[in-house]
């Protein structure tokens, strides 16, 4: 049975989305802003199946640039705004969307405000790095428009619970960019339906096997490039110098090393654990739920740390593959090449393909998208949820972070599903870490 907390069964209250943010001021002033019209009972547009989409992308990076393709291969949907804290790659993005659709149908916003304050836009698209998740996402759905954000999907377990009841509240459809459970070839699709009826017996262990913690930025100081908004970039982080590990100059050709970094993302651990837990999350049954012990290893290393769920299955950070489960019958192994499924848990057994045949009767049958975004637009049209959810990418960023937070706090935690909070010995030093300050910004 999946656990549930009381804020995720119900609309969130103005006092408790207050205080879900953790003090961030930008994002009580998004709250604010688009007070009336939640408050008004704003019901978020829907869409006959041959009605068009006017999108808007906030953040044009690698990530972005990848992204807004899939978007436009449907031709009842238009971008038709692009922002970004670098002027260049602003201009872009306008410039790629106007190629493609060999017309201007896409002008640069002077920022994501504008986006948010602009009536024609019905869903945005945030592509921005992992601190700048909440409160653009927050403000559009609260705005009533329809969302698509990358993943992780918050920087900490605060700004997650935060997004999922703005997300709940509003009525809006958001799609958290987890994309393994739509791609690849179905092979995490079949995986998570295997494991989910039962082709491995009672599932004993997972092991995930994603990078290292961050650490703290250290990085020394350059000029600030002409065109980029460096405080916009910084945004709630606390101030520092510009690097250009950071913030690349102009439009880039690779992922940038801010995903190391704490005090902007969740490092290597919470980049790509955004899609491994999450499938593991997936195939467990645990969407809207979580683990209850956070148990780090003795010797103080980096990597080995244990969850444990209420029935007993532990998962690891650390393993051979993306992701292993290992049941009382047999194992499976997924990653995004790599698909096979054994009998007990020697990896040089010979391969099982009837674990991951297709379902029977009676069993489970996951979904088969096209493609993650295909999904979010059919969750628009047909007013139903995606398949990976707000509530779903938050409680997938909070395995990321409750990581984290184990890692830092070094000792063994016992964590609330219910109520998101750690108790027990150790409880007000982890509790501690689930927020951070936010630097006061524009």
Not at 104 to 117: F, K, L
Not at 129 to 134: G, K, L, Q, S, Y
Request: net charge neutral; hydrophobic share 40%.
């Amino acid at each position: 049975m999946r656990e549930v907390s009381d804020s995720s069964q119900r609309p969130a209250t103005r006092r408790e989305f207050l205080r879900t943010t953790a003090g961030s001021a930008a994002a009580l002033a998004a709250f604010g802003t688009a007070a009336p019209l939640f408050a008004s009972g704003l019901r978020a547009r829907g869409y006959a199946a041959n009605s068009r989409m006017q999108l808007a992308i906030i953040g044009f990076g690698v990530r972005g640039r990848e992204l807004y393709g899939g978007f436009l291969d449907d031709d009842a949907a238009e971008i038709i705004a692009v922002t970004d804290v670098v002027a260049a790659r602003t201009a872009e993005g306008v410039r790629r969307v106007n190629e493609r659709r060999k017309r201007d149908v896409c002008a640069a916003s002077a920022n994501w405000r504008e986006v948010i304050a602009n009536p024609a836009v019905d869903a945005v698209i945030v592509a921005t790095p992992d601190h700048w998740h909440a409160e653009p996402a927050i403000a559009a759905a609260l705005a009533g428009k329809h969302v698509y954000c990358e993943k992780p999907l918050s920087l900490t377990i605060a700004e997650g619970r935060a997004i999922a009841n703005a997300a709940r509240s509003a009525g809006i459809r958001f799609q958290t960019g987890s994309q393994q459970r739509s791609e690849y070839g179905h092979m995490f699709t079949r995986a998570a339906e295997a494991v989910r009826n039962g082709r491995i017996g009672t599932v004993k262990r997972i092991t995930i096997g994603v990078g290292a913690p961050p650490k703290p930025c250290d990085l020394p100081t350059e000029d600030v490039p002409e065109g980029t908004d460096w405080d916009a970039w910084l945004g709630q982080a606390p101030m520092r110098g510009f690097h250009h590990d950071l913030c690349p100059l102009g439009m880039h050709g690779h992922y940038p090393a801010w995903r190391n970094y704490r005090e902007y993302c969740s490092g290597g651990l919470g980049d790509m654990g955004a899609h491994h837990f999450d499938i593991a999350q997936w195939a467990m049954g645990m969407d809207e739920s979580g683990p209850r012990e956070v148990v780090p290893p003795a010797d103080g290393v980096q990597t080995g740390l244990r969850f444990v769920y209420a029935n007993g299955v532990e998962m690891i950070h650390g393993g051979p593959t993306d992701c292993t489960f290992t049941g009382s019958e047999g194992t499976i192994e997924v990653s995004r090449g790599h698909l096979r499924a054994y009998r007990g848990e020697d990896r040089a057994a010979p391969d099982a393909p009837e674990i991951l045949a297709e379902p029977t009767a009676g069993e489970a049958r996951l979904p088969r998208n096209p493609s993650h975004i295909a999904d979010f637009y059919a969750a628009i049209r047909e007013g139903r949820d995606p398949i990976c959810t707000a509530e779903t990418g938050h409680r997938t960023a909070s395995i990321c972070q409750l990581c984290n937070i184990g890692y830092e706090v070094g000792k063994p935690l016992t964590w609330d599903p219910v109520t998101e909070r750690f108790t027990g010995t150790d409880a007000a030093a982890a509790n501690a870490l689930t927020a951070r300050a936010v630097r006061p910004h524009r």
